[in-house]
């Protein structure tokens, strides 16, 4: 195993890479049947399952930490506006990563006195 995937491998618990082990082996039964790959799969072929894996893998990442943060949004905050306490919902827009595109939920507030919507403050 060369450095940069032991080096990879090392930021996971032994569970995380039990997991991923596992959905390989789910993807592959799902893919190429019960019965495992055929043996004329090319390595390239392979590989390039493995990218669209991967790549897809890294948007449902990005989507899944990225809500948890915008959960955390959970409390009443007052408007800028006229100071009425306003609930958060989630406003989704595509976002462009190097993986493809990725569903972004963010938290916004609607104010329903005065109607304006506005971002939490981080602070
Ligand atoms: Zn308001």
């Given at each position: 195993m060369s450095k940069a995937v032991e080096k990879r491998r090392a930021r996971f618990s032994p569970e995380v890479l039990a997991k991923m082990q596992e959905l390989g082996r789910m993807i592959s039964a799902e893919t190429y049947?019960?019965?495992?790959?055929?043996?004329?799969?090319t390595w390239n072929e392979i590989e390039e399952l493995g990218h669209e894996i991967g790549k897809l893998t890294a948007t449902e990442f990005d989507q899944t930490v990225q809500r948890q943060q915008a959960e955390r949004y959970d409390t009443e905050q007052a408007c800028p506006q006229c100071g009425k306490g306003c609930h958060p919902g989630v406003k989704h827009r595509d976002l462009t990563t190097r993986d493809g595109t990725a569903d972004l939920s963010e938290p916004e507030f609607q104010c329903v006195a005065c109607e304006r919507s506005f971002f939490p403050s981080t602070d």
């Open positions: 049947g019960e019965g495992g790959p055929p043996v004329e799969l």
